[in-house]
């Protein structure tokens, strides 16, 4: 019996299964063959092309060899600024391949990836699957030397991080980097009596409590939590879902991770106790892919809740109330933290955003009526429940109650993860975190906002500038240009394709984005980006090309004199084509001499 | 008082926009009423011997030829359009945009299972255009006023658009013009 055969064989023939069988011929082979992809559709009676989209779809599965250990270099912006150039560098002369290659002895395989949630220890980097950070030219040599000769990639890691990153479970070089704890995540919470106290109330009352604490989604849409629930309680059905939405995909944003490492048991209760106020019995986690070092650790605080009675059968001494969790594993993509998309990944399929209506409180997860929630938020319900509303409605503003978790990197002495009320002002976070100097601050990742210092009284809360998390700093000597053209291609890599004007649309603000950069752009350039962002959004059908245009139309904003300078002022137009340059590869390979003369027309 | 005059070229096209700018019908009578051709494949003139008032120009650039007589179109028309797929984003010659120039004349001048074994040469007269790197559309080589949809744009588009440049109209391209499917 072949390999591939072998392996698919061992899964169940549930086309649900899909990407877990792609994932275990990935991890096993390197890469899906040909042979692999015949054997899938057969077992699971999907055509070949449904799993060569499956494949083809996710960063972390190909079609071709990825070499026996795979490098995934993230390719963030803070990533750059912190010497990724050099670290790439690095590693392509020790593989003695480029990336997207693999190195000739098959070993070692080089990729670029979208943000990996490392943003406060860059460059960072995942090897088969384990985590390295804070990455150094040496470092990276290391790294190839070691996996060529045979070290398993685990075995690279020379020190543990702090908090459950030592734990044996987990054996991860990521640090927490708490830097502000507060008092609603962080806050002293006794195991189990978030379950306990809901299972106390009725499902409506735990609702209304939710309701009347103002908990908005800390995700980035931030619909009211209760109201919710509500809907999807309110819905007629035999069954319903709970899911966690852990693909914290947005660059810059990592507080997930630090909840997932620190503060499961809470993320837990969170989902039990919106279980029990919607009538879930099942719970899906849905755990990015760059977060499956924490899979086995995960799996044993669910092990231990399970024995403690919160999770179960008849939890918590509930007469009748059984809930329990299950976590699927994403495959690298941001869009599938779009929530529709997420519930086609976590039912096996490529994740590409549904049609709305119906929404998932309708029809959801196995088309059933679906709650999905960010981490936080349910980290964050479960405390409201144990607390009470009252309590939270002190913290924060009026109209955006409580405490947010951020993420802070990029030019700041203080990198990491802060528990601040809303209401809080750039100029207060940059004085938490260490940066006094900075020129630009990302708030809400590439799909938010580029601040310039005229807007760091601006405040961070729902009603002026909303964020699931992400804060990048930018540093005096920071190109402004640079920031965006990488947040640019991000979008690019990352739109499902779906619709037209988010997967052309972007590629050409990109490119006509580029044109300004290069001081080829003229006024006329700039009245196209900002029509063609504007265009862009108003017809993307989800959130993604919905904010893919942010990166230039907030900047242009903000920092109009940047563009001013790069524009030629009072010419018409200016070509970015090149004759002389479009004509060498045609030259060199007929042979010709390039006597092409530039005829002067214009 | 002389009539408007009108250009066109097809650069890399199919010549498909000129079919349909011939498809107007009857019409053509009244077009040859209402302006005069210069340079253009259709009365056979190869070079402008007057001021142009509107160009129209078919297909992207895909050689050193397309280039230069993409500009001195825009050198010697008014007003320059774009007219279909292949002028806007390049069309169907662009699918060779992904591909390295070499493979692509490797493929067709060396490879090809229809190549005569005695004479495998990628052309290399010194008259030949030279080919680009890739296909490029119209407005990134020059300034292009307006832009007419379509593989090809229908005759009745091509019709209001050009009758509405030479007469001085604001260009009005209702919705059952540039709806395709
Ligand atoms: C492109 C895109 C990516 C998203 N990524 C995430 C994500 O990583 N995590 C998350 O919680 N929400 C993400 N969201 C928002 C979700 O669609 C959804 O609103 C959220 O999970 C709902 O949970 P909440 O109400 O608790 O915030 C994303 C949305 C879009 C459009
Ligand atoms: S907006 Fe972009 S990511 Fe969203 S469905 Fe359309 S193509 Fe996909
Ligand atoms: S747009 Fe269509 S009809 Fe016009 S030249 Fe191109 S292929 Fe031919
Ligand atoms: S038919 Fe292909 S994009 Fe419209």
């Known amino acids: ?48 092309a449904e799993v060569r989209g499956a494949v083809t779809f996710y960063h972390f599965f190909s079609l071709t060899p990825r070499g026996a250990s795979t490098v995934y270099l993230n390719d963030s912006i803070t990533s ?21 290659e693999v190195s000739p002895d098959g070993r070692v395989g080089l990729s670029s990836t979208s943000c990996i949630g490392m943003n406060d220890q860059e460059p960072s980097a995942i090897v088969d699957g384990v985590v390295f950070t804070k990455l150094s030219p040496d ?12 070290t398993p990639a685990s075995g690279l890691v020379a020190e543990f991080g702090d908090g459950a990153n030592q734990s044996s479970l987990v054996r991860a070089m990521v640090s927490n980097n708490i830097r502000k704890r507060g008092p609603v995540l962080f806050g002293p919470h006794e195991p189990g009596a978030a379950v306990r106290k809901a299972v106390s109330m009725t499902p409506e009352q735990v609702i209304d409590e939710v309701k009347k604490a103002g908990l908005l989604g800390r995700g980035g849409a931030g619909f009211p939590t209760g109201l919710k629930w509500e809907f999807c309680r309110r819905e007629k059905a035999p069954e319903r879902y709970v899911v966690c939405n852990a693909d914290e995909g947005e660059p810059g944003t990592f507080k997930d991770r ?11 209760e969170g989902m039990a106790v ?17 977060y499956a070092y924490l899979r086995a650790h995960l799996e044993a605080v669910l092990a231990g809740l399970r024995k403690e009675g919160i999770l179960g059968k008849r939890i918590a001494g509930s007469p009748k109330f059984s809930f329990d969790i299950v976590i699927k594993s994403g495959a690298g993509a941001y869009i599938c933290g779009e929530e529709s998309a ?28 679906t709650t999905v929630n960010n981490v936080e938020t349910l980290a964050t319900a479960a405390r409201i429940v144990v607390e009470g509303a009252a309590w939270f409605k002190a913290m924060g503003t009026p109209k955006s109650a409580g405490t947010k978790l951020l993420s802070v990197s990029g030019d700041c002495a203080r990198p990491g993860v802060y528990e601040v009320e809303y209401g809080l002002s750039i100029a207060e976070l940059l004085d938490m975190a260490g940066a006094p100097e900075a020129k630009a601050v990302q708030v809400g990742g590439p799909s938010g906002t580029c601040v310039s210092k005229a807007g760091y009284q601006r405040k961070i809360c729902f009603s002026d500038l909303p964020t699931g998390g992400s804060v990048i700093v930018f540093g005096p000597d920071r190109d402004i240009f640079e920031v965006v053209e990488n947040f640019m291609e991000f979008f690019v890599e990352e739109s499902c394709g779906w619709c037209t004007p988010c997967r052309a649309g972007n590629v050409l603000l990109k490119k006509k984005f580029e044109k300004v ?39 242009m904003q903000n920092f109009p004199e940047l563009y001013e300078a790069r524009i030629q002022k009072g010419r018409d137009f200016v070509p970015e084509f090149d004759l002389a340059a479009a004509i060498q590869d045609g030259c060199a390979a007929a042979n010709r001499r390039p006597a092409c003369k530039e005829a002067d027309h214009e | 008082m002389s009539k408007p005059v009108i250009a066109t070229a097809s650069l890399a096209g199919c010549f498909g926009c000129h079919m349909s700018l011939l498809d107007i019908d009857e019409r053509i009578l009244g077009l040859i009423d209402l302006v005069e051709f210069n340079k253009s494949p259709i009365d056979d003139i190869k070079t402008f011997t007057k001021p142009v008032d509107v160009g129209l120009i078919e297909g992207g650039c895909c050689n050193s030829e397309n280039v230069e007589v993409l500009r001195s179109f825009r050198k010697n028309c008014k007003v320059l359009v774009s007219v279909g797929e292949c002028a806007i984003m390049g069309g169907l010659p662009a699918m060779r945009n992904g591909i390295p120039i070499r493979e692509c004349l490797e493929e067709a001048y060396l490879n090809s299972p229809t190549v005569d074994p005695e004479d495998r040469l990628i052309p290399n007269d010194e008259d030949l255009p030279i080919i680009l790197d890739k296909v490029y559309p119209c407005h990134e080589v020059v300034k292009i006023d307006h832009f007419l949809p379509g593989c090809p744009p229908s005759a009745d588009l091509i019709w209001e658009a050009v009758t509405a440049l030479v007469e001085g109209r604001p260009l009005q391209l209702t919705y059952d013009l540039i709806k395709f499917d």
């Open chain 1, 1 to 48: 019996m072949t390999q591939e055969k072998e392996i698919v064989l061992q899964h169940p023939k549930d086309p649900s299964a899909l990407l877990d069988v792609i994932r275990d011929v990935q991890t096993r082979l390197g890469h899906v063959p040909e042979e692999a992809v015949s054997r899938i559709a057969a077992h699971l009676k999907l055509s070949e």
């Open chain 1, 80 to 100: 750059r600024m912190n010497g990724r150039t050099a670290v790439a560098r690095a590693f392509e002369e020790e593989a003695d391949c480029r990336f997207g």
């Open chain 1, 139 to 150: 470092k990276a040599r290391a790294i190839v030397r070691g996996l060529r000769d045979g």
């Open chain 1, 258 to 268: 630090v909840v997932l490492t620190e503060l499961p048991g809470l993320l837990f």
């Open chain 1, 274 to 290: 919106a279980g029990y106020a919607v009538g879930a019995r099942t719970g899906v986690l849905y755990l990015r892919s760059e």
């Open chain 1, 342 to 369: 997420l519930l086609e990944s976590a039912e096996g399929k490529r994740g590409e955003p549904r049609d709305r209506p119906p929404f998932p409180v309708q029809a959801g997860y196995l088309d059933r009526p």
């Open chain 1, 517 to 555: 950069a290069h001081g080829k752009g003229t006024e006329g350039d700039l009245r196209d980006l900002e029509a063609w962002g504007k265009l862009v959004k108003a017809t993307s059908r989800c959130g993604l090309g919905q904010t893919s245009p942010n990166p230039i139309l907030t900047t």
